[in-house]
């Protein structure tokens, strides 16, 4: 499974992004596909994620900011990130489980104060 992720950037806080990922090969094996974040120096934490049934996982802090949604195809999400606060600064990466992890490159979010 290849994922190519697209988006990101930066952002006064209170602001809005998209991030964008599309899965490819494989992908009929995929269970769930999501976002992971990752601060400087601290392990990837998952931010929200959406299985192939349609059930859908938040990060507690983002609830009610961040949306995940599955695409017109079912191998493309997105997350509509509203609200953005400049501790959702970080590395975001898309991520897809199947038999194993699979993951894009990383897009820089930066929310400025």
């Known amino acids: 499974v290849q994922l190519q992720a697209s988006g990101g950037g930066s952002v006064q806080a209170g602001g809005s992004l998209r991030l964008s990922c599309t899965a490819s090969g494989g992908i009929l094996s995929i269970n769930s596909m999501g976002w992971y974040r990752q601060y400087p120096g601290k392990e990837r934490e998952l931010v929200a994620y959406?299985?192939?049934?349609?059930?859908?996982n938040y990060k507690d802090a983002v609830k009610g900011r961040f949306t995940i949604a599955r695409g017109g195809t079912k191998n493309t999400i997105s997350l509509q990130m509203n609200s953005l606060q400049p501790e959702d600064t970080a590395v975001y990466y898309c991520?897809?489980?199947?038999?194993?992890?699979?993951w894009g490159k990383g897009t820089l979010v930066t929310v400025s104060s």
């Open positions: 959406i299985t192939s049934g349609g059930s859908i």
């Open positions: 991520n897809a489980k199947s038999a194993g992890h699979y």
